[in-house]
């Protein structure tokens, strides 16, 4: 599977963390940036370009990071067939929803609100966690309608 990570300047540092982490995992993963912290960066020109790579590629994830997580999973929804769901703390049952119940490709990761090591578990449920399908297939598709 192919991860595409990106984050603005607030996730950077976990971006770059993470991206060591799923490469020892042997993961082979694509960084659409930031490259460097740069206060002024916009995450949209990050996030959608990850987006759009997760829709080209099926099978494939994404996962962005900035301060709340919000505005990232905004921009990676712009891309008609991507669905981002925000992580930022709390129950990992949201994440693991997300995928089960609603397919989602993309999890957005709120760096001020979250620690590196929870950040890390929410990854990796939802790199692990399976689309239940059945039910939840239907109300996904009417998504893309």
């Not at 080209?56 to 712009?78: D, F």
């Not at 669905?83 to 994440?95: E, Q």
């Amino acid at each position: 599977m192919t991860i595409y990570l990106a984050s603005d300047h607030a996730g950077f540092s976990f971006k770059e963390q993470l991206h060591e982490h799923l490469l020892s995992l042997g993961y082979v993963v694509e960084d659409c940036g930031a490259f460097h912290k740069d206060p002024e960066d916009d995450y949209p020109d990050f996030v959608i370009p990850a987006s759009l790579k997760v829709l080209e590629n099926p099978g494939s994830r994404g996962i962005v990071i900035g301060g709340s997580g919000q505005g990232e999973a905004m921009a990676a929804n712009k891309v008609k067939g991507v669905r981002a769901a925000v992580y930022y703390g709390g129950s990992l049952d949201i994440v693991r929803l997300a995928r089960a119940h609603n397919n989602a490709t993309v999890l957005s990761l709120g760096a001020r609100f979250v620690s590196l090591e929870e950040a890390v578990e929410a990854v990796h449920i939802f790199l692990e966690q399976p689309f239940e399908q059945g039910r939840h297939e239907r109300r996904v598709g009417k998504l893309e309608e």
